[in-house]
């Protein structure tokens, strides 16, 4: 268990401290809990794999018991590419993934973007290739007049078009694993394309179009994922990932809310936030109609974290995430607490033996 507290080699790279800037003041707090709590009581994942429908189309993965064998798993991936695509909170994902993987052997960074938002890594025994993509809607998206603060932002959101920085590589991957959905909820002007022709609009203060609702929208979304995954020919396994729940308390992250809390809920003391359950709700119900039409065939997977991260609220970085005092920048008057991103190593670790799991029971 100590392990996982030393330095990722698999991260490591010249001139990129944002990892460090990020999470190293509440690295320590952060892991003493969720490392504590995690391996004691939620690292539990399921050995059977059950279909998420009647018609076996696809598969699914929850809470249950046992531990995947993460040093068998880099033979398996041998001469394979992964991708996951989707926000900031797929990099806490595919980092976290990177840096277990990386005990076994160190992970070479081939590139990333200006951000280091997008990056390529390769396990070069293996030739096993894992890409993070930067994709928040995962949907073509224009953006416009953005800020922090997200008053002024205009999105010009195509929700019948993937977005290209994954799509147009899509014929290459052997693994998609993908999810989003924070992106949709910004106190933001968004305007909603199909076929290049507005057909609502939601903030923006406007009687031209029709008001259509963040679960409309995030809906159309899933809906064209789906049937872009039908019609291609090439048939990687899609893996869809769940709403991860925030946990903000007393506000949200723009006004004064906090995530202070040291022990995890209890089951069934705290199911998340209403936002949350919705989105997740529309989820599953775009992946079932999705796989009882068969599109994606055997290769949809669903990858449910919903119910494991919702018990969870000691696990995010909180007031210790390294920008909560930059207040000038985000501009506001006090401290900015991340309730969102999960602390690595931590409890997001249980998502790649989870994934790891689901894929090898295949």
């Known amino acids: 268990m100590g392990s996982d507290l030393e330095e990722c080699p698999g991260l490591r790279h010249h001139g990129n401290q944002f990892l460090t800037k990020l999470f190293i003041s509440g690295l320590l707090l952060c892991a003493s809990f969720t490392l504590f709590y995690y391996f004691n009581e939620y690292s539990a994942v399921s050995r059977t794999l059950s279909a998420a429908v009647e018609s076996g189309s696809s598969a699914s993965v929850h809470v249950g018991e046992g531990k995947p064998q993460r040093d068998k798993f880099l033979s398996a991936m041998r001469n394979k ?36 938002e997008s990056k390529v890594w390769r396990f070069p ?58 992106w949709y909820l910004k106190n933001s002007t968004f305007f909603y394309l199909e076929k290049n022709t507005i ?48 946990h903000y308390e007393n506000g949200e992250w723009n006004s004064r809310g906090t995530c202070n809390r040291a022990t995890p809920y209890r089951r069934g003391e705290y199911d998340g936030k209403e936002v949350g359950r919705a989105m ?58 991340d309730c969102l991103h999960w602390c690595l190593p931590g409890a997001a670790d249980a998502w790649s033996d989870l994934m790891m799991e689901l894929v090898l029971n295949e």
């Not at 991708?83 to 052997?105: P, Q």
């Not at 709700?281 to 039409?293: D, T, V």
């Not at 997977?301 to 995010?316: E, N, T």
Request: charged share 25%.
């Open 81 to 116: 590419v992964w991708a996951f695509v989707g926000d900031s909170i797929f990099r806490n994902f595919a980092e976290s993934f990177i840096c277990l993987l990386s005990k076994a052997e160190e992970a070479v960074e081939l590139s990333h973007d200006e951000d280091y």
């Open 125 to 182: 025994s293996y030739n096993f290739t894992v890409s993070l993509i930067w994709s928040p809607f995962v949907s073509k998206a224009e953006m416009y007049n953005y800020d922090v603060s997200e008053m002024h932002s205009v999105f010009l959101l195509h929700t019948d078009v993937p977005d290209a920085k994954w799509a147009d590589q899509y014929s290459t991957f052997d693994y998609v694993v993908v999810g989003s959905g924070h």
């Open 199 to 246: 057909v609502g609009c939601h903030y923006c203060g406007t009687r031209s179009f029709p008001e259509m609702g963040v679960d409309a929208a995030y809906r159309k979304m899933l809906g064209s994922v789906f049937r872009f995954v039908a019609s291609s020919a090439h048939k990687p396994v899609v893996i869809l990932r769940t709403w991860s729940p925030e």
């Open 280 to 337: 997740r709700r529309i989820e599953l119900e775009e992946f079932e109609r999705a796989a009882l039409m068969g599109e994606g065939s055997a290769r949809l997977k669903l990858f449910d974290i919903y119910q494991l991260m919702v018990l969870r609220p000691d696990a995010h970085p909180d007031r210790y995430w390294g920008g909560a005092q930059q207040v000038v920048k985000r501009k506001r008057q006090w401290p900015v607490h």
